[in-house]
């Protein structure tokens, strides 16, 4: 069984600011993979960020990056120099042989 | 440009009158997702078609069925909508279902029931 937790249901972040958004998860999969996905209002969800749970290297993409701590179960997802654009509800999610298994959501402000 | 195309965009139905969603793709992926997303949750896999093989999830209502007459179109049913069946309907794709593989989602349909 795969379960994600989000525990921030909104987060507001001052453009050009860095913001944290966290993920906790847990899985009875040995090999799997771990997503940040954006759902901008009225557009389609799109993937932010891939990391493969074997791989110790935190994935980045561009000003987008993450903070994978295995032992944990924990995968947070940085965005640097915020832009408005950033807004929107963000999904952590865990896919294993399954399926990909979502978190609550955090939806993300950006005040200008 | 390569999509996941969903028609309609919004779709009021009444209580107990069936309805069918539409997906499309050009992606030519061969797995196709549909997932149920009611407000402010996460979004919950109904069923998926890895090729032409149907794999629907232990808790999806009876009520929901799907079609996938080939590869660029798959078909969401709900036979007897309920007042719970509103909430917004997604589609995706992904090319080979592995764990590492990226799903690709359409803009979903809002399903209202009156």
């Known amino acids: 069984a795969q379960t994600v937790t989000q525990s921030q249901p909104e987060m507001s972040v001052q453009e050009a600011e860095t913001v944290t958004l966290s993920c906790t998860y847990d899985?009875?999969?040995?090999?799997?993979?771990l997503f940040w996905y954006k759902q901008p209002p009225s557009r389609q969800m799109i993937l932010v960020i891939r990391?493969?749970?074997?791989?110790?290297q935190n994935a980045t993409e561009n000003r987008f990056s993450v903070n994978f701590q295995k032992a944990a179960k924990s995968f947070s997802l940085k965005i640097s120099d915020s832009q408005l654009g950033d807004a929107a509800m963000y999904f952590c999610g865990t896919q294993g042989a399954q399926k990909l298994v979502f978190g609550q959501g955090t939806r993300l402000t950006i005040n200008p | 440009d390569a999509m996941v195309i969903q028609n309609p965009r919004y779709q009021v139905t009444q209580f107990g009158k069936p309805v069918t969603l539409s997906c499309s793709q050009t992606l030519n992926h061969n797995v196709m997702y549909w997932y149920q997303q009611k407000s402010s949750q996460a979004p919950k896999l109904l069923f998926h078609y890895y090729d032409k093989d149907f794999n629907n999830e232990a808790d999806t209502p009876d009520n929901f069925q799907s079609r996938r007459p080939n590869t660029s179109f798959c078909f969401l049913d709900i036979r007897s909508p309920g007042l719970g069946d509103a909430a917004m309907y997604l589609c995706?794709?992904?090319?080979?279902?592995?764990?590492?593989?990226?799903?690709?989602f359409g803009p979903g349909t809002r399903l209202t029931v009156l």
């Open positions: 995706a794709t992904s090319f080979g279902g592995r764990a590492y593989n990226e799903q690709f």
């Open positions: 990391q493969e749970a074997y791989k110790q």
């Open positions: 899985t009875s999969e040995s090999d799997y993979y």
